[in-house]
């Protein structure tokens, strides 16, 4: 719970920061924005520049565009989460084996058995990083996470996440569009 914490201060610290980075939502009418920020390996601060090799965490924040309280489901970046990275303009595939885990949690519908579901307020306009993923781990000093991408090449690399509010199911809100790149 420490560490959600303080992922979540360094989200919000982050996405206010790094927000004028970041292409404009497509989703604008939503009550409800996603932002997304690329971060440094070590969780210190955004960046757009990774090396071959480093781990790529990214920040995903919430912002309320209402004037009401609005509650948010928190379960897990298998269900509410689908980050689509293209390089050089072209789409990069899913490592396999999160690409089965995205199968088996449809098919057997783990999130509904796991437990795993949380409930979120989300204040009026206030940005709330609500959870991160690592898009790819460290090759040389693996953390164990679980990377939604094997390990990325040279290139200049766009991201957005589809962020799903609800626990296991219902439509889901793309985020804005971030630029990094990854060099030798």
Request: aromatic share 8%.
């Amino acid at each position: 719970m420490m560490w959600f914490r303080v992922f979540c201060w360094l989200g919000l610290i982050c996405g206010i920061a790094f927000g004028t980075h970041a292409h404009k939502s497509h989703e604008d009418n939503q009550p409800i924005t996603v932002t997304i920020t690329t971060l440094r390996p070590f969780l210190d601060g955004p960046t757009r520049t990774y090396r071959v090799g480093q781990q790529i965490p990214v920040a995903i924040n919430l912002t309320n565009r209402t004037n009401e309280l609005v509650h948010s489901c928190l379960s897990s970046d298998l269900y509410q989460d689908l980050p689509q990275l293209k390089r050089d303009g072209q789409l990069v595939s899913h490592a396999n084996w999160q690409t089965y885990l995205l199968q088996t949690a449809a098919k057997e519908q783990t999130c509904q058995k796991e437990g795993l579901p949380d409930d979120l307020v989300l204040l009026p306009n206030k940005p709330t990083m609500v959870d991160f993923l690592i898009l790819a781990d460290n090759s040389s000093e693996p953390t164990g996470a679980l990377a939604w991408y094997d390990q990325l090449q040279p290139g200049h690399y766009e991201l957005s996440v589809e962020r799903r509010f609800g626990c296991c199911g219902g439509p889901m809100v793309e985020s804005n569009t971030v630029e990094f790149d990854v060099t030798p």
